[in-house]
């Protein structure tokens, strides 16, 4: 199915503010909203019209941009559908869109795919989405990306206070019926933000291990995918950096036969963890207690 946009939705460009693109730089970035209002290496939220939008950056250039209401702005409530459509309209850079079979919109080029889910937007190039996923069990850098490393000294006593940051979520019905079939996916976006602080000033590594269960083999939580990120922490005040994860389910009934289809990966919850260059652990914390020893 192509993603389409209707002629009447561009009359919300006049109340939305220009929707930024992928490839564009800091600078340009901040020529469309203005001041970040936060920035976290290479992760920059901007604040427009009541909506919150956060850029990821890869080799000095946007890699993946996500749209929501601003709740701080005093607006509350999701991006409506509508509000989606015309933000979506205006970053497909007159590429073609199809849904995929995980419910992901992909472009022609192959290059970028979003998901829309209730109330937020996400779009990202494939080069993001590459270096984003990892292997089963321990995953691992990608072949061909260069790892996570540091070689300076560690920090000392180092304190960590993570917590979920956002957590989107949204269903996308392909068919239903009135007798009790359906075909639909489930979308869990999910933002931690780390705050770390240390006795002692130090090059550290942070990870986020995302924890899911593959629901159609039904083989308990394990991690299915790691976020990585090299910082350094001040002897005195903290350092905050955030890190993301899409979760997709698919949910299939048919009501005829009988039959109901569940598959994908259902969100359990994430470790973060702390090390220093040597891959030893200065601090962990789980979203749950129980989690952290899934993570090695």
Request: with cysteine; proline share 4%; glycine share 12%.
């Amino acid at each position: 199915m192509s993603a389409k946009i209707s002629l009447s939705l561009l009359s919300l460009f006049s109340c939305l503010p220009v929707s930024a693109k992928i490839g564009e730089t800091k600078d340009l970035l901040a020529t469309r909203y203005g001041p970040a209002i936060e920035e976290n290496g290479d992760l920059l939220t901007f604040s427009k019209s009541g909506i919150l939008v956060k850029a990821d950056l890869k080799d000095g250039k946007c890699a993946r941009i996500r749209f929501a209401k601003d709740v701080a702005s005093g607006i509350e409530g999701s991006l409506s559908q509508n509000q989606i459509s015309a933000l979506f309209a205006a970053n497909q850079d007159g590429l073609q869109w199809t849904r995929a079979a995980d419910g992901t919109l992909r472009s022609s080029d192959g290059q970028r795919q979003a998901v829309a889910a209730d109330g937020s937007l996400v779009i990202q190039t494939a080069a993001f989405t590459n270096g984003e996923k990892a292997g089963e069990g321990a995953p691992s850098a990608n072949p061909g990306e260069a790892p996570v490393r540091v070689t300076g000294p560690a920090p000392t006593r180092v304190a960590i206070m993570a917590k979920t940051a956002s957590a989107g979520s949204g269903r996308d019905k392909k068919w239903t019926t009135w007798w009790g079939s359906y075909d639909k996916d489930i979308f869990r976006d999910r933002v931690v933000g780390v705050s770390l602080r240390a006795s002692t000033p130090g090059q550290a590594i942070v990870e986020t291990h995302w924890i899911g269960e593959e629901i159609e083999k039904k083989s308990g939580n394990k991690v299915v995918e790691v976020s990585r990120e090299a910082v350094l922490i001040p002897g005195q005040g903290q350092v905050t950096v955030e890190m993301g994860c899409l979760f997709v389910e698919n949910d299939t009934k048919y009501a005829a036969l009988g039959v109901r289809e569940r598959k994908g990966i259902r969100y359990a919850g994430w470790v973060v963890r702390v090390l220093d260059g040597g891959g030893n652990v200065l601090a962990v914390q789980g979203s749950r207690p129980p989690l952290i020893a899934l993570v090695r």
